[in-house]
């Protein structure tokens, strides 16, 4: 088992993290956009998070930000945006193997929509974890 770092959202004074707030409701917005995106075009959730310019744009944000944030309950959203994009991004590079090797193509189609619903479901539970001014379970760096 890993070990979680938690860091109370108390740490700083909280109108000193509106900005970084802000922008982190801002990369959540444009990794749901991705995902509906996918949902709605004939693209897959997955492929439209890991290679639509909303999420693309979400990425570069948060690495451009997150030294605003190192230290404070916010950048545990940041970690947690990273590491969903970084890993549905593995997980659609396998698939991708799979499909290469023609008996794997149910197989992909599986991982395919797994991750699809995954990525949903980390979009949606950072987001409302960030609208209740909680941190998110990750792994400590």
Same mark, same amino acid.
């Given at each position: 088992m890993t070990e979680t770092e938690t860091i109370p959202p108390q740490q700083e004074l909280d109108g000193d993290l509106e900005g970084?707030?802000?922008?982190?409701?801002?990369?959540?917005?444009?990794?749901?956009? #991705? $995902?509906?995106?996918?949902?709605?075009? #004939? $693209?897959?959730?997955?492929?439209?998070?890991v290679f639509g310019w909303p999420s693309i744009i979400a990425v570069i944000i948060n690495y451009v930000t997150r030294d605003r944030v190192r230290g404070t309950w916010l950048a545990t959203h940041w970690r947690w945006q990273l590491r969903s994009f970084w890993f549905a991004a593995l997980w659609l590079l396998l698939a991708g193997l799979l499909v290469i090797t023609l008996i794997g193509i149910p197989a992909a189609f599986m991982v395919i929509v797994g991750t699809g619903l995954w990525v949903l479901y980390r979009v949606i539970r950072g987001w409302m974890a960030l609208l209740d001014r909680r941190a998110m379970p990750v792994p400590a760096p």
């Open positions: 970084p707030r802000a922008w982190c409701h801002v990369m959540y917005g444009l990794h749901a956009l #991705s $995902a509906v995106s996918g949902i709605l075009s #004939s $693209a897959t959730i997955v492929g439209a998070f």
